[in-house]
């Protein structure tokens, strides 16, 4: 055998048990009393720590071209950068460019990523143009291992929205080939008019962000969607939500029956949107902005009672410099935050320890949730005999202070930059290997593997995750 966890205290989305983890070529191979297994090459004391599955981020944007600039993780260190935070798998999107086929944008990641990634990755597809031939492509996409797409329903200057016209016909053909559509839900005439009042008057610092993407017009284009979706009797997964009437939406949708998922990530469950008033307010710009404390506290409630099923990332690693592009105009800061590394352990210290989630539910909502929804499991996201040996130990005694230095990446800021944190990952195991080991990563590159996907009938028929 080749590693025996001993004494943790493993934790399902359901339990937790004081147990010894035995793993084998990359698997699960026991889990009870480490006596009556075989002896292992190597050997972990857990005593005092969890065991969780390892993390899944379900949204990161590593490497990605996006309003003129490139973000500046690397799949392999980007990946390393993940490991470091406690996560074992990373979903990133394919955007499908202006004129070309979504396939040639999966080709042209897969070429990106394998031979580098450091964990393993799943791919969405993110398809910016309803062509005949982009919506022909459907069925072979989900068919490859890619069941989940992305459309926005913003960005239309820039060349990335689907209209609603557009969004039909795509979720009808995803729906019959048992894929899950997604929307980024923003409603694009409000910004756009609200953008150019503001402008109008020369209001053009950071905060204007936020002042022009109020929560109305993100729960205006989620209502649209649930609709969309309704009427199409179609699943649903709903990217990064802000806000606390997009909660109310999605628990009412729930509550009927409907097969709709969302997402929130660690920046809205944590930051308001006054760190876009602060004289580097405009690094922080995102989309959606950032909110205030009454949306954040709406989605720790949502997160705990079980409406928002899932905790990204949305990684989008801009510089400083790239951020700097708009020290005249709000409108023109690249959109996304840097922070996958801080995911899991935000989401053990900022919920966990401060009592807002159990840690059953940090298991579910940074893991098996996420390989569940996106058909990963139970081969990801599920400690049980069979599954990859994707593990996390975490101590939940360390503390820490975020800083970015030492990032794998050469980003130079972090949102979160000087938050304590209070338990941290000391171990990450992927596929049974050690890559992480107090901070430091120990695994190779190009040692993660892209992962199929397929989407159980279950989650596409009710809400199952
Ligand atoms: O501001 C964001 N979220 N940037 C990344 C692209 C996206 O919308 O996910
Ligand atoms: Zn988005």
Redesign the pocket.
């Known amino acids: 055998m080749d590693l025996l966890i001993k004494n943790g205290k493993v934790v399902w989305p359901h339990a937790t048990l004081e147990a010894d983890i035995a793993i084998d070529a990359g698997k699960v191979v026991g889990i009870g009393h480490g006596e009556v297994f075989p002896k292992a090459d190597h050997v972990v004391d857990a005593e005092g720590k969890f065991v969780v599955p390892g993390g899944i981020d379900p ?1 990161v ?1 590593m490497h990605q071209p ?1 309003m003129g600039v490139t973000a500046v993780d690397d799949f392999d260190t980007g990946t390393m950068a993940a490991a470091i935070g406690g996560t074992t798998t990373v979903i990133d999107f394919a955007f499908q460019q202006k004129g070309r086929l979504p396939m040639d944008a999966i080709n042209a990641r897969r070429k990106e990523a394998d031979n580098k990634v450091v964990i393993d990755y799943a791919i969405h597809s993110n398809l910016i143009e309803a062509s005949d031939e982009a919506i022909a492509q459907i069925p072979k996409i989900i068919e490859y291992g890619i069941p989940s797409f992305k459309f ?1 329903m913003v960005y239309r200057k820039e060349g990335l929205m689907i209209d609603d016209g557009n969004l039909i016909p795509l979720i009808e053909e995803i729906k019959r080939n048992n894929g899950l559509a997604g929307c ?1 839900t923003e409603n694009v005439a409000m910004i756009e008019y609200l953008v150019n009042m503001a402008l109008r008057k020369g209001n053009r610092s950071p905060i204007y962000h936020a002042l022009t993407r109020p929560p109305l017009n993100e729960a205006e284009a989620l209502n649209r969607a649930l609709y969309i979706t309704k009427f199409l009797d179609a699943a649903f997964y709903d ?2 939500l802000s806000v606390k009437e997009g909660v109310e939406l999605i628990r009412q949708a729930r509550k009927e029956g409907r097969p709709v998922y969302c997402e929130t990530t660690t920046h809205y469950l944590t930051l308001t949107e006054d760190m876009l008033k602060r004289p580097d307010g405009l690094n922080f710009i ?2 959606p902005p950032l909110r205030t404390r009454e949306h954040i506290e709406a989605l720790w409630q949502g997160l705990a009672d079980g409406t928002i099923s899932a905790v990204a990332s ?1 990684q ?1 690693a801009f510089t400083l410099e790239h951020k700097k592009m708009g020290k005249d105009s709000f409108e023109k800061v690249p ?2 935050l840097p922070g996958m590394e801080f995911r899991v352990p935000i989401l053990f210290s900022e919920g966990v320890q401060k009592g807002r989630i159990s840690i059953n539910r940090m298991a579910a909502v940074s893991s098996t949730n996420v390989a569940k929804i996106f058909g990963l499991y139970p081969k990801k996201g599920a400690i049980e005999i069979g599954s990859d040996a994707d593990l996390v130990i975490m101590d939940p005694k360390a503390e820490k202070k975020i800083t970015i230095d030492n990032c794998p990446y050469k980003i130079d800021w972090s949102p979160f930059e000087g938050m304590k944190l209070k338990g941290s990952p000391m171990m990450t195991i992927s596929k049974g290997k050690v890559v992480v080991e107090n901070g430091k990563f120990v695994g190779k590159v190009g040692a993660g593997e892209f992962v199929k996907g397929k989407i159980s009938e279950e989650i596409l028929k009710r809400p199952a995750a």
């Open positions: 949204h944007h996006f926005f980024h990217y990064h995102c989309s949305d989008a959109n996304g």
